[in-house]
């Protein structure tokens, strides 16, 4: 499995969204029951943004991205984690404000396969 180049850290401002799979009984005079659903019910969704980096690493990036095509996962250790995670990208934009600078901004899909 290929890992994600790590030649430039995203910066700083990372959203890490958490939305636990849930089935809910609802039952009368408004009382509700919950419980997780399935397993692997909680995989994580990560927005990372790399500002103002060269065009050569922001290139990097998008072409590693483009090699996966939003299907095949890899390898990535977010900042403030112990392991590394595998993840899908099936979303990512390149804005290039400056000469030789490129600012990449993509969503990191937890996934769980073997």
Do not use: H
């Not at 039952?27 to 990560?46: A, D, E, H, P």
Request: aromatic fraction near 14%; hydrophobic fraction near 35%; glycine fraction near 6%.
């Amino acid at each position: 499995m290929a890992s994600f180049p790590t030649t430039v850290n995203p910066s700083y401002g990372t959203v890490k969204t958490s939305k636990p799979k849930i089935r809910i009984a609802n039952f009368g005079s408004g009382y509700s029951q919950r419980s997780t659903f399935g397993i692997n019910q909680n995989l994580k969704v990560y927005q990372f943004t790399w500002q103002n980096i060269s065009e050569t690493q922001s290139d990097e990036i998008e072409t590693f991205l483009d090699a996966r095509a939003g299907v095949e996962a890899f390898d990535y250790t977010p900042a403030g984690e112990s392991a590394s995670k595998k993840f899908i990208c099936r979303n990512w934009n390149k804005t290039i404000p400056f000469l030789n600078r490129a600012s990449i901004r993509a969503t990191f899909e937890e996934v769980a396969e073997a």
